[in-house]
């Protein structure tokens, strides 16, 4: 059965989308949404400071006979901390609007956001362990 919501989210995009139809705004503003978290977080860093970053080098023993579950373990977030309400807001509002340019891409190129869910779902589950990006 298919999950209504995303479809239902989908439309709306496509009803609520007025001043923007061109698809060079749709794609610029799709952009701008991305760049507009990393924005934020970089404010929750820098500005807040409810969450630091603390970046090196993933270090992963050599000749090790790892599995990729400890692999995993070597392999840092490099994120401290946890977002303030406040931040938490801001970045879901922001995670919001690419959602909307998300959906309002795809009604313009005709694809079905929630078939690429399934889609990308179906891949997870047939890589498991083995996706790494
Ligand atoms: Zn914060």
Excluded at 58 to 67: H, K, V
Excluded at 88 to 107: C, P, Q, S
Aim: aromatic share 6%; glycine share 6%.
């Amino acid at each position: 059965m298919k999950d209504l919501l995303w479809d239902e989210f989908q439309e709306a995009v496509q009803q609520g989308l007025v001043r923007h139809r061109s698809v060079l705004d749709v794609v610029s503003k799709f952009q701008e949404a991305g760049v507009r978290i990393s924005r934020a977080l970089a404010k929750s860093v820098t500005v807040c400071g409810c969450v630091s970053i603390n970046a090196q080098k993933n270090e992963i023993p050599q000749g090790a006979n790892l599995s990729l579950q400890e692999i995993r373990s070597y392999m840092h977030d490099h994120l401290n901390g946890d977002l303030c309400p406040t931040c938490r807001e801001v970045i879901e509002e922001e995670v919001g609007r690419l959602l909307f340019y998300t959906a309002a891409l795809a009604n313009l190129l005709d694809i079905n956001v929630y078939d690429v869910l399934i889609k990308e779902n179906k891949k997870l589950a047939a890589l498991g362990v083995y996706h790494m990006s």
